[in-house]
């Protein structure tokens, strides 16, 4: 089994590795592998969407690599290979997105858009960054043994508004209800760092690598 962290370009990737070595390491998941390289992404069992930055800049970078995109669309829509996004990673799935201009399509892989947080007054600040515990919808394989004393590692200034709430498995309370963790087949994503959120962030890792939708 590997799990694949996809480079594009998006950042520091060197935490997100770690942490998913470390909890592969100490369950026997097999390898987690760094890389941009097509290949390994159409043999990957699990694939992982860090993202850091701005929705266009992302969506960009992901883009421009063809053969990259070609083989992570065709493994995840066609194949239901296991994905995650993180934090932009996330918000590239909406319809969406809102960030450096209106109505930038994002891959539409769950329905919604990215809006910036409008806070209701002065005191509350943008970005959200920090410590902030989850509000749970239901139960989830992905979110086993979590609770709402589990709190998470965020820092946004955008959020993903879902055009169906079934979609949503978490979500915190930030100056209203902020989407935490989504899932829809075989994709899912969260708003949170689960590789900056220490034991709380490496139990929702675990889940991940042992998902099977």
Known sequence: MNTIIIDYGSGNLHSALKSFQKVANLNKKGDVIVTSDPQLIRSADRLVLPGVGSFNDCLNGLKSNKDLFYNLTKRVLQEGVPFLGICVGLQLLADYGHENEDNTPGLGWVEGE???I?????DTKIPHMGW????FD???PLTKQLTSENDMYFVHSYHFELKNINDRLAYVNYSGKITAVVSKGNICGTQFHPEKSQKTGQIFIENFMN???
């Open 211 to 213: 998902w099977s939708p």
């Open 138 to 140: 239901k139960e989830h």
């Open 132 to 135: 902030n515990s989850l509000i």
């Open 114 to 116: 990215v809006k910036k």
């Open 118 to 122: 409008c806070p209701p007054n002065k």
